[in-house]
Nanobody, 122 residues
Framework: QVQLVESGGGLVQAGGSLRLSCAAS????????MGWFRQAPGKEREFVAA????????YYDDSVKGRFIISRDNPENTVYLQMNGLKPEDTAVYYC???????????????WGQGTQVTVSS
């Protein structure tokens, strides 16, 4: 079992910044990457960003490129999502995810956290 615990969500004004953290514990030895999804009210969950251990490759949805940065603290098994230039449309519950394979693509992570709310006011 893998446990993913998110923190760092909250309320921020448009143009502001937040940093989300996700700590992984448990059976993480088979992981190949971690990342973030989000779900806005009335919408489906969508991919935001991912960090793959091999080569430190990162991937971003087009909607957050240039504004969000995903990074990893290896010894602590933690990933971060630095969110800058936040917009009201970034308002969503943000979920930390863990991948155990590269073959199913970015849309099919193995494990999910409980989520943390990010609200951006205009």
């Amino acid at each position: 079992q893998v446990q993913l615990v998110e923190s760092g969500g909250g309320l921020v004004q448009a143009g502001g910044s937040l940093r989300l953290s996700c700590a992984a514990s448990g059976r993480t030895f088979s992981s190949v990457a971690m990342g973030w999804f989000r779900q806005a009210p009335g919408k489906e969950r969508e991919f935001v960003a991912a960090f793959f251990w091999s080569g430190g490759r990162t991937y971003y949805d087009d909607s957050v490129k240039g504004r969000f940065i995903i990074s990893r603290d290896n010894p602590e098994n933690t990933v971060y999502l630095q969110m800058n230039g936040l917009k009201p449309e970034d308002t969503a519950v943000y979920y930390c995810v863990l991948y155990t394979t590269v073959y199913t693509g970015l849309s099919d992570p193995k494990s999910w956290g409980q989520g943390t709310q990010v609200t951006v006011s205009s």
